[in-house]
């Protein structure tokens, strides 16, 4: 795991996938919690965050999910998390808010189900290739 937030973007169908990196702590949680709401700010209808690499260790990780999710209700897009570590499952479970974000077991799935949604966002009909963001301290 890494001590500074990283992102890989990718376009796989019509979903913008965010693959997340990171130990998440105090330090870490703000960086994290911007990284996300700028993915929603990029005008993406369907965004898949690619969790597997990220580990929670407070509630600040949480609640920069339900802010992201606030943010795509708000803009319009869908929010789908997927490969959740165990505790952070748990996390979701215990606190209901399983029932508000949409989660997965695997990627493959929240993009197939995205996917399959009507209507379209040229967007994400382009393939964009991978981005690597590192985001440092401040």
């Known amino acids: 795991m890494s001590r500074v ?3 890989t973007k990718t376009h ?3 979903c913008l996938v965010a693959v997340f ?3 998440m702590d105090y330090l870490t949680g703000p960086m994290f919690r911007t990284e996300l709401l700028n993915l929603i700010d990029c005008s993406e209808r369907y965004i898949v ?4 690499g990220v580990s929670f260790c407070d509630s600040a990780g949480l609640n920069s999910l339900l802010a992201a999710r606030r943010r795509a209700h708000t803009a319009g897009a869908r929010l789908a998390l997927a490969g959740a570590q165990e505790q952070l499952r748990q996390l979701l ?5 399983d ?5 997965y077991d695997a990627t493959e799935d929240a993009v197939t189900d995205l996917s399959s949604h009507s209507g379209g966002n040229s967007r994400n009909e382009r393939n964009i290739g991978p981005q690597t963001k590192t985001v440092s301290p401040e």
Do not use: C, F, H
């Open 21 to 23: 990196s990171v130990d």
């Open 12 to 14: 796989t169908g019509r």
């Open 99 to 103: 029932r508000i974000l949409d989660v």
């Open 49 to 52: 965050l690619d969790l597997a």
């Open 5 to 7: 937030p990283s992102v």
């Open 93 to 97: 479970k215990l606190t209901g808010v």
